[in-house]
Nanobody
Framework: QVRLVESGGGMVQPGGSLRLSCAVS????????MGWYRQAPGKQRELVAR???????AYADSVKGRFTISRDNAKNTAYLQMNSLKPEDTATYYC?????????WGQGTQVTVSS
């Protein structure tokens, strides 16, 4: 069974930084694309960043230049480094792995950016 566990969320002031982690088990991690999504109250879940097995990356326009997605295949873990955080980045952040049979999701981690 594929399992994803996010960690690293919390509360931070505007301009601050957080690093989210997503530990994956139950699948061959290195072959699959990973994504970070977020969902704010009353809004649809949106893609924040994506990284392929070959480490090609893509970002939402709203986070380009501030967020960096990466992966450590030896640790079966994906990361989202978030810098220069803004109040509008406040959301629950979910990681996702793209599998041949569909997607698997983590339980989410809350990020709150507030002074």
């Amino acid at each position: 069974q594929v399992r994803l566990v996010e960690s690293g969320g919390g509360m931070v002031q505007p301009g601050g930084s957080l690093r989210l982690s997503c530990a994956v088990s139950g699948t061959i991690f290195s072959r699959n694309a990973m994504g970070w999504y977020r969902q704010a109250p009353g809004k649809q879940r949106e893609l924040v960043a994506r990284i392929t097995g070959g480490r090609s990356t893509a970002y939402a326009d709203s986070v380009k230049g501030r967020f960096t997605i990466s992966r450590d295949n030896a640790k079966n873990t994906a990361y989202l480094q978030m810098n220069s955080l803004k109040p509008e980045d406040t959301a629950t952040y979910y990681c996702n792995i793209e599998l041949p049979m569909g997607r698997a999701w983590g339980q989410g981690t809350q990020v709150t950016v507030s002074s």
